[in-house]
């Protein structure tokens, strides 16, 4: 029998339709057609680093990884908590984070600036008071930096760590300049462009982090309540298992997270570079026979 019309190709297609399906939303074929397929100058050129990092299934563990050290903010998690909805619909929210990140790194400029104006529409009505009386607003400059760097440091340590394709020191430097050309259109003040300038921002950040209840129980329930089918629920465990391990000791104890040893890590971490590249398999579309 021909491979190409074997078990291992349709395998393949269900797994990756499934996937697709579930990160991108009913609507992902459609949106899909639109980025890829509207011709236009785009923000970034087919050889820039957050094209690399952005289409690679690193992106699963360090988007969980991004959501718990976000958590870490009282006013962003006061935000998530009141504004996001994201116990009700976790996957309409993950369908149209996942759709923002495609268009702005693949789809034309004028997309990119319309997705991101829709974006800035949301924020601007996103404003109430924490539970320690603290004020809040989505559109705040110094909240949007917040959540940028946790994301943009979440993304690139684990595309170091699981990556297909690992960037050099620059090419990484090259990524957290082509995500602060997003983070300004969205509203952050002079983002971090290297990897220097984002550690020292994040340590900016780092007397203003605190844990809160609403944040503990974010983490539970994307640890350990996630709404997902008995079938998916161990691949899930390992990419939840890999970004716990990801995050700073600081940030597991703040979360009351398990402690890791280095020998637990060094068990976990072969884990997901399984998980990952079975992912990037399954999402991959097989080579066009002749």
Do not use: K
């Not at 019309?5 to 992902?28: D, K, N, Q, W, Y």
């Not at 702005?104 to 008071?129: C, E, F, M």
């Not at 921002?201 to 209840?213: H, I, S, V």
Request: one cysteine or more.
């Amino acid at each position: 029998m021909d491979a190409s019309t074997g078990a291992a190709p349709r395998l393949r297609e269900r797994l990756g339709s499934a996937l697709f399906a579930r990160v991108a939303g009913p609507a992902g074929p459609e949106n899909r057609a639109r980025i890829h397929g509207t011709p236009g100058p785009r923000w970034f050129g087919p050889d820039r680093p957050i094209r690399i990092v952005h289409g690679d299934a690193s992106m699963f563990i360090g988007g969980l990884r991004a959501l718990l050290l976000q958590s870490l903010h009282p006013l962003a998690m006061a935000a998530v908590e009141a504004h996001s909805g994201y116990r009700g619909d976790p996957w309409g929210r993950l369908q149209r984070t996942s759709t923002f990140l495609a268009v702005t790194t693949y789809g034309t400029a004028d997309h990119a600036q319309q997705a991101v104006d829709r974006v800035r529409s949301v924020h601007g009505q996103v404003r109430g008071t924490a539970p320690s009386g603290e004020r809040y607003a989505a559109a705040d400059p110094h909240l949007l930096g917040w959540v940028h760097v946790a994301e943009v440091e979440s993304f690139l340590l684990a595309h170091q760590r699981f990556g297909a394709e690992p960037l050099d020191a620059a090419g990484y430097d090259g990524y957290i300049a082509d995500t602060a050309r997003v983070a300004e259109a969205l509203g952050v003040i002079d983002p971090p462009r290297t990897r220097t300038e984002l550690t020292a921002r994040l340590g900016a950040y780092r007397g203003e982090l605190r844990p809160t209840l609403e944040a503990r129980e974010a983490a539970r329930f994307i640890l350990l309540r996630p709404p997902l089918p008995w079938a998916a629920r161990a691949p899930y465990a390992v990419l939840a298992a890999n970004a716990v391990a990801a995050l700073p000791r600081w940030a597991r104890t703040s979360l009351e997270l398990p402690r890791l040893s280095g020998t637990a890590e060094a068990c976990i971490t072969p884990t997901g570079h399984a998980l990952t590249a079975a992912i990037r398999w399954a999402m991959t579309p097989p080579p066009r026979t002749p």
